[in-house]
Antibody, heavy 122, light 107 residues
Framework: EVQLLESGGGLVQPGGSLRLSCAAS????????MNWVRQAPGKGLEWVSA????????YYADAVKGRFTISRDNSKNTLYLQMNSLRAEDTAVYYC???????????????WGQGTTVTVSS | DIQMTQSPSSLSASVGDRVTITCRAS??????LAWYQQKPGKVPKLLIY???TLQSGVPSRFSGSGSGTDFTLTISSLQPEDAATYYC?????????FGGGTKVEIK
């Protein structure tokens, strides 16, 4: 069974850092792009970042560029999101999602994790 | 950046109705468009990719069409389990933006 399990969310103060992880199973991890998508309370979906299957190409939303870094360890079947200089507006549920292709543009996201909650507050 | 605009933002329809949701891209994206369904409290689910290709396991009452800048998601006969918010997404170029969503309610 294809599965994605996020971890690492929590409460952090403004300006702080957090590292999210997404453990993948049930598919050949290195063959597919991966994404982070977030959803603020009561709001719509916001795409955050994507990484190609090999890890050589990354994309970011303007709102997080320069503060967040996406990475992956294909030997551990794990996706990461390093979040620095966190702001209140980064408060959201963060989902990892598997792309349909190896390209960072992903061609759609066909498997989603259950999400991990990040709260930025003093 | 490509902006994705959905309309309407919400709608209410009866079981059996034909429902159409529109998504417009601020510039041409060919058919690099996906549609997702998110039920309350649940994880998003991929319905359609390449603007019109149904994801495996998705009921055939769902269909997508369009190319370039204008796209539609159609539910041919609305069912109670279709109550959800629907999102389009551009994957032609980064940022891979979502539309604002369309909430579908059952009368």
């Amino acid at each position: 069974e294809v599965q994605l399990l996020e971890s690492g969310g929590g409460l952090v103060q403004p300006g702080g850092s957090l590292r999210l992880s997404c453990a993948a199973s049930g598919f050949t991890f290195s063959s597919f792009a991966m994404n982070w998508v977030r959803q603020a309370p009561g709001k719509g979906l916001e795409w955050v970042s994507a990484i190609s299957g090999s890890g050589d190409r990354t994309y970011y939303a303007d709102a997080v560029k320069g503060r967040f870094t996406i990475s992956r360890d294909n030997s551990k079947n794990t996706l990461y999101l390093q979040m620095n200089s966190l702001r209140a507006e980064d408060t959201a549920v963060y989902y990892c999602a598997k792309g349909r292709s190896s390209y960072a543009s992903s061609y759609g996201m066909d498997v989603w994790g259950q999400g991990t909650t990040v709260t930025v507050s003093s | 950046d490509i902006q994705m605009t959905q309309s309407p933002s919400s709608l209410s329809a009866s079981v059996g109705d034909r429902v159409t949701i529109t998504c417009r891209a601020s510039q041409g994206i060919s058919n690099y468009l996906a549609w997702y369904q998110q039920k309350p409290g649940k994880v998003p689910k991929l319905l359609i990719y390449a603007a019109s290709t149904l994801q495996s396991g998705v009921p055939s009452r769902f269909s997508g069409s369009g190319s370039g800048t204008d796209f539609t998601l159609t539910i041919s006969s609305l069912q109670p389990e279709d109550a959800a918010t629907y999102y389009c997404q551009n994957y032609k170029s980064a940022p891979l933006t979502f539309g604002g969503g369309t909430k579908v309610e059952i009368k």
